[in-house]
């Protein structure tokens, strides 16, 4: 972009073209600042709004014809002529890298297109029947980073921020699980370079004490929850880069053989988690976990291609083609029992939230739980015990901390920091956050940006937060 059009103080972008279903492809133009007006290609002015187009290159005079209306601009004028009337234009139609461009206000107000801006989103909607356009305007580099010292009381706090621009299209947000799976490690910066991020924040908690580094938090790649957790905040976002916050608490529920009947049903508590030894539970197990289920206690259901096609005991293969359901204790004598080899087996995990987008939890396309909420709806809403934490770390004393935020005006905010629980919500406020999450801390907090460390981890983490730029 900026080698292609260095002269652009802003561009923007179509984002979203919707005429019985179809999708416009992406075209650029730019902010005449002077003005205060988009200027956009002739190509857009075809394509988009359907009006024919010409260039007399001797006259540099631009001919625009749609319905009754004929409109004659020529470059670098202030004026233009509408059916033989001249108008005054609120920008100079201009000649830059051999394109025309013209601004789009003028000319879609003349061909009775209602043009609408919304500030906050950076966006012009522009409205033709059933048509309907949005061109997002670049509000700047779409990922930025900046060190700042930040007010919080009586206390200035310096802080990493990596601020993310969730309207530009060429961002993608992705959760990333170290090393490919659940329970692996990786450095921070290699997950970040695997995935081509140019941005990563750690995620959630976990056991970095075990032989399997269990996470402790849901989570959610691609589209598909890998892992579980409860009580705790949630980040989550779609595919169109919405994002949620809330405490969310998933549901594992299956059938057997299409059966909607009870005695068909069954249910796992925990995915991809290691059970206890001497506990009780049933628990599901995905390829994301790895190639076997890593222990062996319990009798496993495999499955593939939804057939159950063994029951064993052992630390069985995990079948990249299905999952294994491992039964532990009462659930061996009960539940166990309803499962033989050749019946189809199903399952589908529901995300419970408190929200009043509960659907949207459903539909997310990442997600990472870890905890507490700090800001919600622009309020500094801290309040660990609520979620169920109870280490002094966590309550009460200073430490390495990560958090996620999102503004009004629809940035993603990535910040590292050392602080109290309390003042780290503070910060996120005082950043313009109107809802934010704290992340895994201490020696995982972590902030990699454009090729290397802005804060350096001092371990190995499980997963975390990807910002990818196109």
Request: aromatic residues 8%; charged residues 20%; contains cysteine.
């Amino acid at each position: 972009m900026r080698n292609l059009f260095p002269f652009f103080l802003l561009a923007f972008f179509i984002i979203n073209f919707a005429t019985n279903g179809a999708a416009s492809e992406i075209s650029m133009g730019y902010l005449d600042q002077k003005a205060n007006r988009t200027m956009v290609p002739l190509r857009f002015i075809s394509e988009e709004l359907g009006a024919k187009v010409a260039w007399e290159s001797k006259q540099r005079i631009v001919t625009i014809n749609k319905a009754n209306k004929e409109i004659k601009i020529r470059i670098g004028e202030n004026r233009a002529s509408v059916n033989g009337k001249f108008e005054n234009l609120d920008a100079k139609a201009v000649v830059k890298t051999g394109q025309t461009y013209v601004p789009i206000r003028f000319v879609s107000e003349t061909l009775a297109v209602d043009v609408k801006w919304i500030g906050n989103e950076s966006t012009v909607v522009i409205k033709e029947g059933n048509k309907v356009v949005k061109l997002y305007v670049l509000r700047g580099k779409p990922v930025t980073h900046q060190k700042a010292n930040i007010k919080v009381g009586t206390k200035t706090l310096a802080a990493n921020i990596v601020k993310v621009d969730l309207k530009h299209p060429g961002i993608q947000l992705k959760v990333g699980l170290a090393k490919g799976h659940v329970g692996q490690v990786e450095d921070l910066a290699q997950l970040a370079k695997r995935h081509k991020a140019i941005a990563a924040i750690n995620g959630t908690f976990f056991d970095a004490y075990t032989a399997v580094k269990e996470p402790y938090g849901v989570i959610v790649v691609d589209g598909k929850p890998v892992h579980i957790g409860r009580e705790k905040t949630v980040f989550g976002f779609d595919k169109n880069k919405n994002v949620f916050f809330d405490i969310v608490d998933p549901t594992i529920k299956g059938t057997i053989n299409n059966s909607l009947a009870a005695r068909d049903s069954w249910y796992a508590y925990w995915l991809n988690r290691t059970p206890s030894q001497n506990g009780s539970c049933i628990h599901l197990l995905t390829p994301e976990r790895g190639s076997t289920v890593s222990f062996s206690y319990g009798t496993n259901v495999i499955v593939r291609n939804g057939v159950v096609t063994a029951i064993r005991k052992g630390n069985v293969s995990i079948p990249k083609d299905g999952y294994v359901i491992n039964f532990i204790g009462n659930y061996e004598k009960t539940l166990l029992s309803r499962f033989q080899v050749g019946k189809t087996v199903d399952y589908e995990v529901e995300m419970h939230s408190k929200a009043s987008n509960k659907e949207a939890w459903n539909e997310v396309e990442g997600a990472l739980g870890a905890g507490p909420r700090l800001v919600t709806d622009g309020k500094v809403t801290v309040n660990p015990k609520a979620e169920g934490f109870t280490q002094d770390n966590i309550l009460r004393h200073a430490g390495a901390r990560s958090a996620v935020g999102v503004t009004k005006d629809h940035y993603l905010l990535l910040v590292t920091t050392t602080a109290t629980m309390n003042d780290l919500g503070s910060l996120m406020k005082a950043l313009g956050a109107v809802n934010a999450m704290n992340l895994d801390g201490g020696a995982s907090s972590g902030l990699y940006y454009n090729g290397g460390y802005i804060t350096r981890t001092g371990r190995q983490i499980s997963n975390g937060l990807l910002i990818l730029q196109q």
